[in-house]
């Protein structure tokens, strides 16, 4: 049976049998494109194969730095670091540590000095584990922090600091791999048909978020499963590509802005990676949809009044997650000076999702086209499904307006000129 795990629904812009009938043989022709290409789509059907060996090394691995270890210090940036931070940080509590994992720290994705000496102090009294990401290996925000994070080990732990650093880079080339094989790190491969920002499913996302304490053969077990059922070329049976369709209409409309809006705080790194899968593979040759996103109802009292009343230019993915592990129920109070024992002996989640209906309700009726994407748990398994819809609705959305998903030569300007500079000082 064909069950679908994340419910798109369209509150006031409509995927009509015209929208079908306009696009679905389009969506056939860049599904075969898809499947068929040479080059960077190698995240199609990782989670079909079978990398049995692989994910019991992480799991010993990972039982090692748990052993060993009181924090794991991941160095990476872009799509080397914000896919496993997403899934850390909405899968594992807010306030201390997962039971199943030790804390995880991240490194390299900004060059700030400050931020360098306070992790340095921080890491002093505490038994640590390098893992240095980067598919290149030659990023210099990542290559800078390897350089003094390696050092910090050497003295620390001398000839032990070899055991301490993992590597996970491209199995064949790179800087980073060269220092690698010299050493004797071990290593994690990125696979060379899988860019930084469609790897969170390789080692690059799951060694950091099992060593958070998250059940990796469950996210994997929900990307497998979208890997299957988003395998459907038909439109009108696969949601990834009708979010997709979407996103295209409405940027064919005029809107510019795609606002992604959750209700649970603990997305908001999840947001960011979102941000910049969209971001980069679609952001070229003066095209894209500028994607950003808001946590509600938080941002409802900062950039609410915006999206309610200002420009018209933009619409909302509304993500909702319907069941959250943790709840608290509002509790009577015989004072009520307050005026709240109407909410009395109702949950928080409930409440949370009632503001999520009436947000949606309140911006549909304010003229903002809004698309509901909605999950049945936040949990691995659901996350794992959700990465994967975004990657293959994605790779869609850049198809649709005819740019390259996959590479992102606009990265390469910033470097140059900060390159430049800092040569010629
Ligand atoms: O999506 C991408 O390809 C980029 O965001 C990269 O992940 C990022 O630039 C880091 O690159 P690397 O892993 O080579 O250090």
Not at 245 to 271: D, T
């Amino acid at each position: 049976m064909y069950t679908k795990l994340v419910q798109t629904t369209l509150l006031n812009c409509t995927l009509d049998h015209h929208d079908i009938e306009r696009y679905k043989n389009r969506i056939v022709q860049i599904h075969d494109e898809l499947e068929n290409a040479h080059e960077m789509i190698g995240w199609i059907d990782y989670p079909l194969q079978n990398h049995d060996q692989l994910f019991n090394e992480i799991k010993n691995v990972k039982r090692e730095i748990c052993a060993k270890a009181d924090v794991l210090v991941v160095i990476g940036i872009g799509g080397s670091f914000l896919g496993a931070r997403a899934v850390q940080d909405a899968l594992t509590p807010y306030f201390g540590v997962h039971k199943d994992g030790i804390e995880v720290i991240y490194v390299g994705h900004h060059m700030s000095g400050a931020y360098m000496h306070q992790i340095l102090e921080y890491l002093d009294d505490k038994e640590v584990y390098i893992n240095v990401i980067s598919k290149s290996g030659g990023t210099m925000e990542t290559a800078l922090a390897f350089r003094v994070l390696r050092q910090y080990m050497e003295r620390r732990y001398g000839e032990e600091a070899i055991q301490r650093i993992i590597v996970t880079t491209d199995p064949e080339k790179g800087i980073l791999k060269k220092i690698a094989d010299a050493i004797g790190y071990r290593q994690f491969p990125i696979p060379s048909d899988i860019g930084g920002r469609y790897s969170v499913l390789t080692p690059v996302g799951l060694l950091p978020i099992s060593v958070a304490g998250i059940d990796i053969a469950q996210f994997m077990e929900g990307a497998k499963k979208a890997a299957i059922e988003l395998k459907e070329p038909d439109l009108e049976l696969n949601h990834a590509y009708q979010y997709a369709v979407m996103r295209n209409i409405l940027y064919n409309e005029g809107y510019s802005v795609e606002l992604l809006a959750s209700f649970e705080p603990s997305l908001k790194k999840f947001h960011e990676w979102w941000m910049q899968l969209f971001g980069e593979s679609e952001g070229k040759e003066r095209k894209g949809l500028f994607p950003t996103c808001v946590t509600y109802s938080t941002d409802l009292h900062a950039i609410g009044q915006f999206i309610q009343e200002g420009s018209p230019i933009l619409f909302e993915t509304l993500l909702h997650f319907h069941e959250i592990t943790d709840d608290y129920t509002v509790p009577f109070d015989g004072r009520n000076e307050d005026g709240l024992n109407y909410l009395a002996g109702r949950s928080l989640n409930e409440i949370n999702a009632t503001s999520k209906q009436g947000t949606a309700l309140a911006h549909a009726e304010g003229g903002v086209p809004v698309i509901q994407l909605e999950m049945a748990k936040l949990d691995a398994y659901h996350l794992g499904y959700l990465i994967y819809f975004f990657m293959k609705a994605c790779a869609m959305s850049a198809k649709l307006i005819e740019v390259n998903p996959f590479d992102q030569p606009g990265v390469e300007a910033y470097k140059r000129k900060m390159l430049e500079l800092l040569i010629n000082k």
